[in-house]
């Protein structure tokens, strides 16, 4: 059975958020995690355009995560905390994020993103052009880089792809070179 068949079974042919049942679409949750069906969600145009836009988030729409938060399937529990943590200073989501429940793992994945941090306190990753990299992106290298306590080199124009961020400094990323993961200093990459 294919993925998209899968999930429109497990939705129910509705938005997994918003209960919407036009113009559905499977969703990827960045950075996948589980590399299963629950990496993935079933969601309407209106949910996916403001989960990817935060200047145009309705926060009356997300009123609907009062009920979807308590969704079983991960993906779900992901964007609800992420869209919850978005809106919180408008009151009644900070109300719904104290009931919310995610196991470790989860919570790590949530915030993964930086979804829900302070912009003052969010550590920005940006490529040797200053375009902001995100957890997911791919990236190229613009220069040969010797692995440390390696005999690799990580040649220039390697493509490494789905990066996780180092949520401490803006100067590093993770990402997988010829099988083997390795921390990147980011002015040595361009975002693809």
């Not at 003052?120 to 440390?148: F, Q, T, Y």
């Not at 690799?152 to 590093?172: P, W």
Request: aromatic share 4%; charged share 25%.
């Amino acid at each position: 059975m294919s993925l998209e068949r899968e999930i429109n079974k497990r939705s129910g042919s509705n938005c997994e958020l918003c209960s919407s049942s036009e113009n559905l679409q499977v969703y990827a949750i960045t950075p996948q995690k589980l590399g299963n069906i629950n990496d993935n969600i079933h969601a309407c145009s209106t949910c996916i355009t403001q989960i990817e836009d935060s200047a145009v988030t309705d926060a009356n729409h997300w009123r609907c995560l009062n009920d979807s938060m308590w969704s079983e399937v991960s993906g779900v529990k992901i964007i609800a905390w992420r869209m919850l943590s978005r809106l919180k200073k408008e009151g009644w989501p900070q109300d719904l994020l104290d009931m919310m429940y995610l196991e470790e793992e989860e919570l790590n994945w949530a915030q993964a993103t930086g979804e829900g941090e302070d912009p003052e306190d969010k550590v920005i990753h940006r490529d040797s052009n200053g375009v902001v990299i995100n957890a997911g992106d791919s990236v190229v290298l613009i220069k040969d880089l010797p692995v440390k306590g390696s005999s690799m080199v990580a040649k220039r124009g390697t493509a490494v792809r789905r990066v996780s961020l180092d949520h401490e400094n803006a100067e590093f990323i993770e990402g997988k070179v010829n099988g083997i993961q390795i921390v990147i200093i980011t002015k040595y990459v361009k975002k693809i």
